[in-house]
Structure formats: structure tokens, C-alpha cells
């Protein structure tokens, strides 16, 4: 079985003493491919040592709204030379959070000109949305963000709104929040979702899947939250996996 972690931040300072164990204990459970983003500088650069390191990792990058403030030219210079990396796949994670208290103004414009920025340069995106599912659809919408590809990462929307996102053209990757007790909408979510758009992931080290909450959230986790998602489905793991993995990798365009 192949299972691709389609959103996690190994590259972050949690996981700073522990590589390469966490990408071996991720192979130990099948998860042969993952998707590592960063969102500073600092995140960048690590994740470039982890590219070049492990044949299983490709890379994103963009400006998280939380830091939508910081986002300049020189900052979009960087990305651009970041993204420059042939195993660089995606810009992301990019999008709207209204649970932080950057101004909307400055993550509207933040994420229009990623956007672009992607458009551009023929990738596609990530997208982070968190309490702000209305404007972020719409700006997404108005832009076609998705024309070369995205990604609604940690969806966590009722079934209503996963059609809408999959009818912009997104494909729908889904963490361990879909196993907490209060997510039943999100599992609505999952059974409308066509297999040919799903995909799953950890956002390591955040949303430990249960029943392991508690505990830093890792790789090798994408493999509960796969196996949870089937039973859900009443499907084998093997065929959510094989799934899954193939569609993470059409989505990047990732090939062989």
C-alpha cells in the first residue's frame, strides 16, 4: 500500500531533533510520499535540506494569512526563487483566517496575489480556509483559482460546501478532524466527495487524529486517518489508498 500525506510541516521547529526518524516511521506505515509547505523563510530553507534528503518529499510554498502582512515583493522575489526547484509543486498553504487577527484587507490582497503568482507560473495551490469559508469561495471563484490545480486542505466544511469547492474545480483533502466526535458534518462531507477528488493528510504537527489526540500529530498518521475515512466509505484502505495517492500525484503532477 502507498499513502500520500498531501499537507504536512516536517520542515517546522517541532521536528527539528527528530529527522530522519519521523520520514522512517512514516515508510514503516506506508506513507511513501508527502507533501512538506513551508511559510517563512526559516521553514523554506529546511525544507529545501528535506528535498534534497528524501526522494519522498516535494514541496510547497507560500505566505499563510496569518502573515499576510508581511507579504511584499521582495517576499513574492523569494518565493519565486524557492519555487524555481524542480521538486517545488505548489504554491501554499495560501488563503483566509479569521480566527487570527490579521487584517482581512491585508490577507484579501495576500492571497489574490498568490493567486496570480501561481497562475503564472502554471502551479497550483494550497488552500488553508478557517472561519471564513463564504469569502474564501468567492474569492476563489472570482479568480478560478483552481485552473491549474488546487487543494482545500484540512477540509472541514458540511457536504453543501464541499460541492461547491469541488464544483470550482478543487480536489478535497481531508485530516484528522474528520475522526473527532463534533465533525459529523465534515464525514457528510467525505461520503459526498467523488474518489477521484479525495485526498488525506496530517498538517503535521497539528490535528492528531483520534484516537491519538494528545500527541504530536506526525507522517505516519496519515495511515489512521486513511484507514478511518474507509471504514466510513465502506471501502478497503488499500483502495482509498491507491486512490488517494494517485490523485495527490495528478493534482501536483507528479510523475512515475
Not at 474564501?136 to 477540509?155: P, Q, R, V, W
Amino acid at each position: 500500500m502507498n499513502i500520500f500525506d498531501s499537507h504536512t510541516h516536517i520542515n517546522s521547529k517541532e521536528f527539528a531533533n527528530d529527522l530522519p526518524d519521523v520520514v522512517w516511521r512514516a515508510r514503516a506505515l506506508d506513507v511513501n510520499m508527502m507533501l512538506v509547505l513551508a511559510y517563512d523563510q526559516e521553514s523554506a530553507d529546511k525544507l529545501m535540506e528535506l528535498l534534497e534528503e528524501f526522494p519522498e518529499v516535494y514541496g510547497a510554498i507560500g505566505c499563510h494569512p496569518e502573515n499576510a502582512q508581511l507579504y511584499d515583493h521582495d517576499y513574492e522575489l523569494a518565493m519565486k526563487q524557492y519555487l524555481s526547484h524542480p521538486k517545488m509543486v505548489a504554491v501554499g498553504e495560501i488563503g483566509l483566517d479569521y480566527h487570527c487577527d490579521t487584517p482581512k484587507k491585508a490577507q484579501f490582497e495576500a492571497l489574490n496575489r498568490q493567486i496570480e503568482l501561481a497562475q503564472t507560473l502554471h502551479l497550483p495551490i494550497s488552500i488553508h480556509n478557517r472561519d471564513s469559508i463564504e469569502d474564501c469561495y468567492e474569492i476563489l471563484k472570482k479568480t478560478d483559482a483552481a485552473k491549474n490545480g488546487g487543494i482545500m486542505h484540512s477540509f472541514n466544511g458540511n457536504a453543501a460546501w464541499a460541492e461547491k469547492f469541488l464544483d470550482l474545480g478543487f480536489m478535497l483533502s481531508y485530516s484528522g478532524v474528520c475522526t473527532f466526535g463534533n465533525a459529523s458534518e465534515v464525514r457528510e462531507a467525505i461520503k459526498r466527495t467523488p474518489l477521484d477528488r479525495m485526498l488525506v493528510e496530517t498538517d503535521a504537527p497539528y490535528l492528531t487524529p483520534m484516537p491519538f489526540r494528545g500527541r504530536m500529530n506526525e507522517p505516519l498518521m496519515t495511515r489512521y486517518t486513511l484507514e478511518f475515512i474507509a471504514k466510513e466509505l465502506r471501502i478497503s484502505a488499500e483502495d482509498l489508498a491507491e486512490k488517494t495517492y494517485e490523485n495527490t500525484k495528478r493534482v501536483l503532477r507528479i510523475n512515475g
